[in-house]
């Protein structure tokens, strides 16, 4: 899926998640929940994150795309380091906008292998990334945003 719609994606399920701490720091839950929603594409060599952060570029040379950063590990690695480290709610943040990219791309037909490398199976759906099925989904992401938000 596109940047903006993993950052909508991403805003919303912080909006839905953030009551539900007990930090007051729900703000800066929020944009780590945003900013790691596009993490897992590092290893897409033209995606939004790497055009961000030049570095994290050199994953795509090492990593296929929807591979190891598209697996369930990643986000439990942060949230073990940050829990080990008392970073708990950077940690979580960065964990739950992780996972909120996962299950976006869950819809797609390309899909996600949660359990790579130690699985084949993946989860997919009938979206093509780019077509007019991911722009209504955007829009409809953005409804629900305003509707969170608002009410
Ligand atoms: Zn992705």
Do not use: C
């Not at 800066?28 to 030049?54: E, M, Q, T, Y």
């Not at 008392?86 to 906008?97: K, P, R, S, T, W």
């Amino acid at each position: 899926m596109l940047g903006r719609t993993h950052m909508a994606i991403g805003l919303l399920v912080a909006l839905i998640v953030a009551p539900l701490l007990t930090s007051d720091q729900k703000t800066l839950f929020v944009g780590l929940v945003v900013f790691a929603s596009l993490l897992p594409d590092i290893d897409h060599r033209g995606s939004k994150i790497n055009r961000l952060l030049p570095l994290t570029k050199y994953a795509a040379r090492f990593f296929r795309h929807r591979g190891f950063f598209h697996s369930i590990f990643p986000p439990l690695i942060i949230l073990g380091a940050a829990y080990f480290y008392d970073y708990f709610l950077i940690g979580q943040a960065i964990a739950v906008g992780y996972l909120s990219h996962l299950l976006s791309d869950s819809f797609t037909k390309l899909g996600v292998n949660y359990l790579y490398p130690l699985s084949q199976f993946r989860v997919m759906g009938f979206i093509e990334v780019g077509t007019i099925w991911e722009s209504l989904l955007f829009a409809a992401v953005v409804m629900a945003i305003a509707t969170v938000v608002f009410l």
